[in-house]
C-alpha cells in the first residue's frame, strides 16, 4: 500500500511534471545488480550502484538505504547518495524515528510532499532534522514479511512532486535490495556458525592433546562413507560443501549427517562433532 501524506508546500504551478521513468532502467538495473552481487559478494558496494540507479530511473535528488541492526531498534545507513551522502553515511538513529520509522511501523511506503514535521504528529510523519523537500519516497525493505530496513529518495524544493508511479518503480528496486540483503545476512549467519564450530572443535583438540580420548559407545558402526562425512563435518563443512566435496547430492550428505547424530546420541551436528572429537572418533 501507499501512504501519500500532504505537504507544507506544493510545487509551484508552471513547474511541469516529469515525463515518467522507463521501466526498462528498472528491468536492466535488477539485472546489473545481480550480475554485480554474484561476481563481487560485497553488499555495501553493490546496494550504493542500485540506490544509485534507483535516483536516476525516479529522476530524485538524494537518497540512502538503511538497514535495521541484529537488534533490530537502530537503523544505520549504509548507502547515501547525493549533497548529504558524505555527512549522513554510517549514521544511526532509533528505528522507530522519523520518516524511516514512520514507514518501518506501517509497512507500507510513504509518499511525502512537501518534508516532515519538526514534531510529534498521530497524522504527519516528523523528523529530530526536519527538512522542506518537493517531496520524498520511504520504502520498507521487507522479504516474507521480515522487514530489514528502508529505502528512500528525494526531490529539492522547486522540483517537480514524485507520484504513485515512481513510488511503483522504487519498490521495485527496493525488494531486490531485500533480496540481495537476506541473502548476506543468512551467508554471515552461516559463516559465524561454521567459526563457532572451528572454534569449538580447534578448543577441544587442544584438550584432547592434553588428555586422553574419552571412550564413547556408539549405538552402531559407522560406515565407511559416514565416517568421511564426519570427518569433514569435524572440518567445518557445511553439507552442501561436503557432498561437492565427496562429489554427492547435498541431500544424501544430510541423511549421513542425521544417521551420524543418531548413532553417536549426539542433539545436533555440532554436538556430533564434539563427540567425535572427544571420542577419539575423528583424529
Do not use: C
Request: proline share 5%.
Amino acid at each position: 500500500m501507499l501512504q501519500e501524506v500532504g505537504a507544507h508546500r506544493i510545487a509551484p504551478a508552471n513547474i511541469a511534471v516529469l515525463a515518467a521513468p522507463d521501466e526498462r532502467a528498472v528491468l536492466e538495473a535488477l539485472a546489473e545488480v545481480g550480475v554485480a552481487f554474484t561476481n563481487e559478494r560485497q553488499l555495501d558496494p553493490v546496494l550504493d550502484r542500485l540506490l544509485g540507479t534507483a535516483l536516476q530511473v525516479v529522476r530524485a535528488d538524494a537518497g540512502s538505504i538503511m538497514l535495521l541492526s541484529r537488534e533490530r531498534d537502530t537503523l544505520v545507513v549504509v548507502a547515501a547518495r547525493g549533497p548529504r551522502a558524505r555527512t549522513i553515511l554510517g549514521t544511526r538513529q532509533p528505528a522507530d524515528r522519523s520518516v524511516a520509522g514512520w514507514a518501518l511501523r506501517a509497512g507500507e511506503t510513504v509518499l511525502l510532499h512537501g518534508g516532515a514535521y519538526a514534531g510529534p504528529s498521530a497524522s504527519q510523519p516528523s523528523s529530530d532534522h526536519p527538512r522542506e523537500l518537493a517531496s520524498s519516497i520511504t520504502v520498507p525493505l521487507a522479504l516474507s514479511g521480515r522487514l530489514v530496513g528502508v529505502m528512500n529518495a528525494s526531490r529539492e524544493p522547486g522540483a517537480p512532486r514524485m507520484d504513485e508511479h515512481s513510488a511503483l518503480l522504487l519498490e521495485l528496486l527496493a525488494n531486490q535490495a531485500a533480496i540481495l540483503i537476506d541473502s548476506v545476512q543468512m551467508l554471515d549467519e552461516l559463516q559465524r556458525k561454521d567459526q563457532r564450530l572451528e572454534q569449538l572443535v580447534d578448543q577441544l583438540l587442544g584438550e584432547t592433546g592434553r588428555r586422553p580420548a574419552t571412550s564413547i559407545d556408539l549405538l552402531a558402526p559407522l560406515t565407511r562413507r559416514e565416517q568421511q562425512v564426519l570427518e569433514l563435518l569435524v572440518d567445518g563443512l557445511t553439507n552442501r560443501e561436503i557432498a561437492m566435496r565427496l562429489v554427492v547430492e547435498p541431500d544424501t550428505v544430510k541423511d549421513h549427517v542425521q544417521s551420524i547424530i543418531k548413532k553417536l546420541g549426539a542433539t545436533d551436528r555440532t554436538h556430533a562433532a564434539v563427540i567425535a572429537v572427544r571420542g577419539g572418533i575423528v583424529s
